[in-house]
């Protein structure tokens, strides 16, 4: 048998007729709260046994079951992302993502946002959002920084700056209380 490539999403809408054994043990209070239902998952590894699924920080093992496959929009529950203002009929903002729902009638995915604590009471497909942070893109650098490369009247600034003596500097602090500022007029 051929394993699907993972990980894949999808739905599992009904209730598998051989009772609770296809789930793992240790998961079956968790699991039996998240289907059927509309709900996508995240399938996300198969340990020879049990697939490993998810469902933002939800996470629960079951055997091979039947499921719907749904194509991947790039967007997960924990993502933050912005909405596309639409005229005067929605406002743009940013929140974040904590539902993701095949709807069969359309045969599309649309998700649920949260703002801070409260819900937003519209759905929204991919069409409406964008992804805050590209997730492919994401890299972290490390290393030393170069120093800011210096132009046009800054640089002029600085050099007469670097020009100063110690002493202008102690003669002029002592007369006006201001640091250089004349001397930055020649």
């Known amino acids: 048998m051929q394993w699907p490539v993972l990980p894949d999403y999808g739905c599992i809408f ?3 007729q051989d009772g609770v054994e296809f789930i793992h043990p240790d998961d079956r209070e968790v699991a039996l709260r998240c289907f059927p239902s509309e709900r996508v998952f995240r399938r996300e590894k198969f340990d020879g046994e049990y697939y490993h699924y998810c469902y933002g920080e939800v996470n629960f093992r079951l055997k091979p079951v039947m499921w719907l496959k749904v194509k991947e929009e790039g967007f997960d ?12 009929e929605r406002d743009r903002f940013v929140a974040q993502i904590w539902g993701v729902y095949y709807l069969r009638r359309k045969g599309r995915l649309v998700y649920r946002l949260r703002r801070g604590d409260q819900e937003v ?7 409406e959002i964008k992804q805050l942070t590209d997730k492919s893109k ?3 650098r490390e290393g030393i920084h170069p120093p800011p490369k210096w132009v046009g009247e800054t640089q002029d600034r600085l050099a007469v700056l670097d ?3 110690e002493d202008d500097l102690k003669e002029d602090d002592q007369s006006s209380g201001d640091v250089g500022d004349r001397d930055l007029a020649h």
């Not at 529950?77 to 005067?88: A, H, P, S, Y």
């Not at 009471?121 to 069409?127: I, M, N, V």
């Open 14 to 16: 009904r209730w598998p």
């Open 121 to 127: 009471p519209h759905l929204y497909t991919s069409d």
């Open 77 to 88: 529950v924990g993502d933050q992302v912005e909405t596309v203002g639409v005229g005067l």
């Open 138 to 140: 994401v890299e972290t």
């Open 163 to 165: 020009d100063l003596k």
